[in-house]
C-alpha cells in the first residue's frame, strides 16, 4: 500500500479509501468489523463514513472497529450536512447545526478528535464564511484536525479557499465527487482547479453503481442480491451505452488478467492527479478482489483505450 499526501497539507492517507456506506446497514455490524480490521491490516487505514450513512449506525460501527487498534495510525473521515433531527435547524452547514452534529460523530466514533471532516454537500442557505468560521473554531478545540468538502462545483471550492485565506482560516483540504469511467465530468474543471491549489481528490462510486463490476449483463436478468440493481433498467437507451462500454472495459481487463473492477479502480489510482479511490465496500469478498487492484499498473495505451470509449471529461 502506497501513502499519498492529502493535497498540500501534511497529512500521508492509503492509496485507497474504505467506504462505509454499507456498514451497519446492508453489511451486518460483526462482517464490517471484519473487514475494517482486514483493511487495517494490509495498509489500507484511510476510513470514511458520513452522519448519515445507516442512519448513523456506520459511525458507530467505526468507534467498535478502532478499539484495540492505535487510533493515530487510522485517518478517520466523516461528514456533516446530513439530517440529525427532523427540525428545519437539523440539517446543513449552519453554525447551530455544525457544533452539534461534530458531537454527535465524535460520541459515535467513540474518539476524542475526528481526522478529516466534510462538508457532504454545499448548502445555499448557509454563508461559506458561517460554515468555515466553526470548523476553524473546532480545529482550533482539536475536534476536527482537517477539512474537506464532497460534491461542491469548483466554483464553490474556490470561494471557499478564498474566504479561507482572507480570514487566515484552515480551508479544504481535499474534495470527494463521484468518478469513475462512465463519469467523469470533474476532469472539466474541478481536477484542474484541485491541482492547482493543492486540494486533493477522494472519489467515491469508482466502480459506477455496480455498472463497472460485471454486475449486469445484456439480455440476462438483474442478480436479485443486488443493492444497486434496484435502481437500473437495463432496457433504456444510456443503460444500453453503458453496456456497450462495460463490455469494452471487460475486455481490456481480461487481456491485462484482472477482473473489471480491479481495472477500474486501478485506472482511478493511475490518474495523473494522484486521486484516490473510495471503496464502497460491503463484503470480505468485494474487498479481497479490490485489493487486487494494487498490483495493477496502468499502461498509456490502456488509458488511451478508455478514452476512446468515454472521453474526458465526459459521462455515460
Known amino acids: 500500500m502506497e501513502f499519498r499526501s492529502l493535497g498540500r497539507s501534511g497529512l500521508k492517507v492509503s492509496q485507497l479509501c474504505l467506504g462505509g456506506n454499507n456498514w451497519g446497514g446492508n453489511t451486518p455490524d460483526e462482517e464490517a468489523i471484519r473487514i475494517l480490521r482486514r483493511a487495517y ?38 461528514k456533516g450536512w446530513g439530517a440529525i433531527g427532523e427540525g ?20 459515535r466514533l467513540e474518539t476524542d478528535y475526528i481526522d478529516l471532516y466534510y462538508l ?26 482537517y477539512l474537506a468538502c464532497s460534491s461542491f462545483p469548483s466554483w464553490q471550492i474556490c470561494e471557499a479557499v478564498w474566504t479561507a485565506r482572507q480570514h487566515g482560516w484552515d480551508s479544504f483540504v481535499c474534495e470527494q465527487p463521484p468518478y469513475n469511467i462512465l463519469e467523469r465530468s470533474i476532469e472539466r ?34 442478480p436479485a442480491d443486488s443493492t444497486r440493481g434496484r435502481r437500473v433498467d437495463l432496457s433504456t437507451p444510456q443503460s444500453q451505452r453503458r453496456l456497450d462500454v462495460v463490455e469494452k472495459v471487460e475486455a481490456l481487463a481480461k ?41 495493477i499498473k496502468l499502461t498509456e495505451e490502456e488509458r488511451k483505450a478508455v478514452d476512446a470509449l468515454v472521453p474526458g471529461g465526459t459521462r455515460i
Open 41 to 78: 491490516d494490509v495498509g489500507l487505514t484511510f476510513w470514511d463514513t458520513a452522519i448519515n450513512y445507516s442512519n448513523g449506525r456506520s459511525e458507530e460501527v467505526i468507534g467498535k472497529a478502532l478499539k484495540g487498534l492505535p487510533r493515530e495510525q487510522v485517518i478517520v473521515a466523516t
Open 120 to 145: 457532504h454537500r454545499p448548502d445555499p442557505t448557509t454563508p461559506i464564511e458561517e460554515s468555515l468560521s466553526v470548523l476553524n473554531e473546532l480545529v482550533r478545540q482539536g475536534k476536527i484536525h
Open 189 to 222: 474543471e474541478v481536477v484542474p482547479f484541485c491541482q492547482s491549489y493543492g486540494v486533493a481528490l477522494a472519489t467515491y462510486s469508482p466502480t459506477a453503481s455496480a455498472w463497472l463490476t460485471g454486475r449486469f449483463r445484456r439480455g440476462e436478468p438483474i
Open 88 to 107: 428545519p435547524n437539523d440539517k446543513g452547514c449552519s453554525r447551530h447545526y455544525l457544533m452539534r452534529a461534530v458531537e454527535i460523530s465524535l460520541r
Open 255 to 295: 487481456a491485462r488478467g484482472c477482473s473489471v473492477a480491479q481495472f477500474a479502480v486501478a485506472w482511478i489510482m493511475s490518474h495523473p492527479a494522484g486521486i484516490m479511490p473510495i471503496l464502497g465496500i460491503r463484503t470480505m469478498a468485494h474487498l479481497e478482489d479490490s485489493l487486487g487492484a494494487l498490483e
